[in-house]
């Protein structure tokens, strides 16, 4: 029973990530966790938390996407000018910090965790302000989805501006610069608008994201047995011509090439 209690503890704290109230709620670790060591230690700690969730009838997608963004950043070399989208309720700019990135957070709400080590800026991405061509990196981890929605305090409701905002990020991104995205993907069917996120469909993506070169895509779909959910691989024509029942994940890199 002391075990159980400790692991639902510990669950409690990783729930603490997902929101403005939660960041709120984690008082003087705030400050702590603004530590680049600290910061990446704990995200690290989140990713095994993330990844308890899913023995006790959870369904984080954080559990895949993490790990697999991790693996990315390797095609970016150390000292590259990366912007991480939509940074607010994540320490993983802390990350890149650590590996030794350039880092810029961007976000429509104060980020909380900010180190001293990076910069931050509160805008939107659909309007970033910056310059063309000054990223060699951009990540979004289950951001583009949510962009014109009416969540996470966001004012202009539309539901084009997610498309406004990946023609954003293709404007401030180098030639040759790397898009690290995931979102929720649901296979062949139509694109699923919710209140709070989008789910979209492969003709969705490919519209979307036309102007950029596609280096790698993996997709992932959440398959449960009794309490347990496992995110299972799937290739990528079973991923494209399947209708999904349950949202599944499309986990993207691409690369700008031409302007």
């Not at 006790?56 to 996407?65: K, L, M, V």
């Not at 289950?142 to 084009?160: K, M, R």
Request: net charge positive; proline share 3%.
């Amino acid at each position: 029973m002391g075990l159980l209690r400790a692991v639902g503890r510990l669950l409690a704290i990783s729930s603490l990530f997902r929101s403005g109230a939660g960041t709120r709620r984690l008082g003087r670790f705030t400050v702590i966790l603004r530590n680049p060591a600290i910061g990446y230690v704990a995200f690290m700690i989140n990713i095994v938390l993330k990844n308890l969730t899913l023995f006790f009838d959870g369904a984080d997608q954080r559990a895949a996407e993490y790990p697999w963004t991790l693996q990315q950043l390797s095609l970016l070399p150390r000292g590259s000018l990366v912007l991480d989208v939509g940074c607010s309720e994540s320490i993983f700019s802390h990350v890149l910090v650590t590996r030794g990135f350039r880092v810029v957070g961007l976000d429509i709400r104060d980020y909380p965790f900010k180190c001293k080590h990076m910069s931050f800026i509160k805008r939107n991405v659909v309007d970033s302000g910056l310059p063309d061509c000054l990223f060699d990196g951009v990540v979004m981890i289950s951001t583009v989805e949510h962009i014109g929605l009416g969540i996470y305090g966001q004012t202009v409701l539309d539901n084009s501006l997610d498309s406004t905002a990946i023609g954003e990020v293709f404007r401030i991104l180098k030639q040759g610069g790397i898009l690290m995205l995931t979102t929720p993907f649901v296979g062949a069917g139509p694109d699923r608008i919710r209140p709070d996120e989008r789910q979209y469909g492969s003709g969705g993506l490919e519209k979307r994201f036309k102007n950029f070169e596609i280096l790698r895509e993996d997709y992932f779909y959440p398959y449960r047995y009794h309490h347990v959910l496992r995110w299972v691989k799937l290739a990528k024509t079973e991923a494209v011509s399947t209708k999904y029942g349950e949202a599944g994940m499309a986990c993207l890199v691409l690369r700008k090439n031409h302007s």
